[in-house]
T-cell receptor, first 115, second 111 residues
Framework: NAGVMQNPRHLVRRRGQEARLRCSPM?????VYWYRQLPEEGLKFMVY????????ESGMPKERFSAEFPKEGPSILRIQQVVRGDSAAYFC?????????????FGQGTRLTVV | GQQLNQSPQSMFIQEGEDVSMNCTSS?????WLWYKQDPGEGPVLLIA?????ELTSNGRLTAQFGITRKDSFLNISASIPSDVGIYFC???????????FGKGTSLLVTP
């Protein structure tokens, strides 16, 4: 499967725990984007990364959220001390080029539920 | 920031009918993308448009990039039950890196 791979598909965390979401981009893609989707809403941009660099994190909350895309391995979106409002679907996308005019391909998402 | 307005918000149609939905932007776009999202899945790219006035087809789907570069249309002909899902339009964000998405058009098709 050469598509964008996300895991886990579903994640349940208690308030205060940490959530780690993983994303492996499509083969050959070095541009990764994270989006969050609340129920009945469209996707909202969170962060854009290239290998080892955060390029744009303007959509990511300043506290508790962080993202990385190491030289080796998947991109990680990390949410510390989760709260109920963090419950959402988190999607990763990758593209060949790093601009919004390029087609981005999405993974199946991780559905986070905070209880 | 950029606003993407999709309409209608939802559609409930019978199998075999044609469907039309549109998206308008508060600013000019160089690219319009149309995605479909099935329940519990990620968005899947349907059609990409790169030029004002462009008309592109993908099977029973046809999309157009508006001349003003501020709107786009997606048409589905002869709908079938598997067309059910949420259709999103998207365009480049102000930063130029990411995508802005509309809120989606939810399509229900009855046999």
């Amino acid at each position: 499967n050469a598509g964008v791979m996300q895991n886990p598909r579903h994640l349940v965390r208690r308030r205060g725990q940490e959530a780690r979401l993983r994303c492996s981009p499509m083969k050959g893609h070095s541009h990764v984007y994270w989006y969050r989707q609340l129920p009945e809403e469209g996707l909202k941009f969170m962060v854009y990364l290239q290998k080892e660099n955060i390029i744009d994190e303007s959509g990511m909350p300043k506290e508790r959220f962080s993202a990385e895309f190491p030289k080796e391995g998947p991109s990680i979106l990390r949410i510390q001390q989760v709260v109920r409002g963090d419950s959402a679907a988190y999607f990763c996308a990758s593209s060949l080029l790093g601009d919004g005019n390029t087609e981005a391909f999405f993974g199946q998402g991780t559905r986070l539920t905070v209880v | 920031g950029q606003q993407l307005n999709q309409s209608p918000q939802s559609m409930f149609i019978q199998e075999g009918e044609d469907v039309s939905m549109n998206c308008t932007s508060s600013s000019i776009f160089n690219t319009w993308l149309w995605y479909k999202q099935d329940p519990g899945e990620g968005p899947v790219l349907l059609i990409a448009l790169y030029k004002a006035g462009e008309l592109t087809s993908n099977g029973r789907l046809t999309a157009q990039f508006g001349i003003t570069r501020k709107d786009s249309f997606l048409n589905i002909s002869a709908s079938i039950p598997s067309d059910v899902g949420i259709y999103f339009c998207a365009g480049p964000s102000n930063s130029g890196y990411a995508l802005n998405f509309g809120k989606g058009t939810s399509l229900l098709v009855t046999p």
